[in-house]
């Protein structure tokens, strides 16, 4: 699951939280133009941060290094 922390509905701290309790196997990776607000909190909870704005390349790594090693491709 990829969100951006801020929006208008709901928080993706509170995204990450309720899909967690939902789902535990599901990675998640936060994206924020003011990461360093959030990111303590969203690593506790095992998810991925990315600070906005990013490359194509940074998301896609993050992407990558969120699957099971088995379908990682090099």
């Known amino acids: 699951m990829i969100s951006d922390v801020n929006m208008p509905v709901k928080a993706g701290i509170d995204v990450l939280v309720e899909g967690q309790n939902v789902s535990p196997s599901t990675k998640y990776i ?20 990315l600070d906005k704005p990013f490359d194509i390349d940074a998301l896609l790594d993050a992407i990558k290094a969120s699957l099971p090693p088995q379908t990682q491709q090099k």
């Open 30 to 49: 936060l994206l924020s133009a003011r990461m360093e607000v959030y990111r303590e909190e969203i690593e506790a909870h095992g998810a991925k941060t």
